[in-house]
T-cell receptor, first 112, second 113 residues
Framework: EPEVTQTPSHQVTQMGQEVILRCVPISNHLYFYWYRQILGQKVEFLVS????????KSEIFDDQFSVERPDGSNFTLKIRSTKLEDSAMYFC??????????FGAGTRLSVL | QKEVEQDPGPLSVPEGAIVSLNCTYS??????FMWYRQYSRKGPELLMY????GNKEDGRFTAQVDKSSKYISLFIRDSQPSDSATYLCAMSGFSGSARQLTFGSGTQLTVLP
């Protein structure tokens, strides 16, 4: 069964460092998303991406964040200068039709 | 008022019980409704998707939507210990910022053998 894959499963970084979280969406999907979940809190929308550009973003997705689809298969989330409060699970999701969204297993980001 | 409200539980039931999980919402723009299951430290797994009022059944799972009351439910029949997880409701609308998924806080379910 096709699935969204995310790497790494756990990323540890120092405050102020740049991190790149990677995702391989389901191959025939056209819409891509990043969500995050701070421990014990709700899953929160960060950004959606379609046709090589951001289609929506939340207030959380500030200038420290960027997304890119560098090739036909990968979808990345970059955090330029990590803060302690960026520690969370980051989930990538993809959708064929903007309705059903399928999530990856997530990357746990720990900022020290 | 929060856009999506969900009783966090925890909810504990014996194996074989019927489980009822519920969410209410306030945003009339929401038109698509989903239920996800999330095991500890894993990604949300899509269980059910619906966009119309009424019931949708898939195996032991039934999703119910009442748009007039802004209320959705997920019923699990013949619950199994493997159903123990956190269940998240999520919803989205047709256009603009309403397209993004808005999640409930999740209900933690434990099914006891």
């Amino acid at each position: 069964e096709p699935e969204v894959t995310q790497t790494p499963s756990h990323q540890v970084t120092q405050m102020g460092q740049e991190v790149i979280l990677r995702c391989v969406p389901i191959s025939n999907h056209l819409y891509f998303y990043w969500y995050r979940q701070i421990l014990g809190q709700k899953v929160e929308f960060l950004v959606s991406f379609y046709n090589n550009e951001i289609s929506e973003k939340s207030e959380i997705f500030d200038d420290q964040f960027s997304v890119e689809r560098p090739d036909g298969s990968n979808f990345t989330l970059k955090i330029r200068s990590t803060k302690l409060e960026d520690s969370a699970m980051y989930f990538c999701a993809s959708s064929e039709d903007r309705k059903e969204e399928y999530f990856g297993a997530g990357t746990r980001l720990s900022v020290l | 008022q929060k856009e999506v409200e969900q009783d966090p539980g925890p909810l504990s039931v014996p194996e074989g019980a019927i489980v009822s999980l519920n969410c209410t919402y306030s945003n009339s723009a929401f038109q698509y409704f989903m239920w996800y299951r999330q095991y500890s430290r894993k990604g949300p797994e899509l269980l059910m998707y619906t966009y119309s009022s009424g019931n949708k059944e898939d195996g032991r799972f039934t999703a119910q939507v009442d748009k007039s009351s802004k209320y959705i439910s997920l019923f699990i029949r013949d619950s199994q210990p493997s159903d123990s997880a956190t269940y998240l409701c999520a919803m989205s609308g047709f256009s603009g910022s309403a397209r993004q998924l808005t999640f409930g806080s999740g209900t933690q379910l434990t099914v006891l053998p």
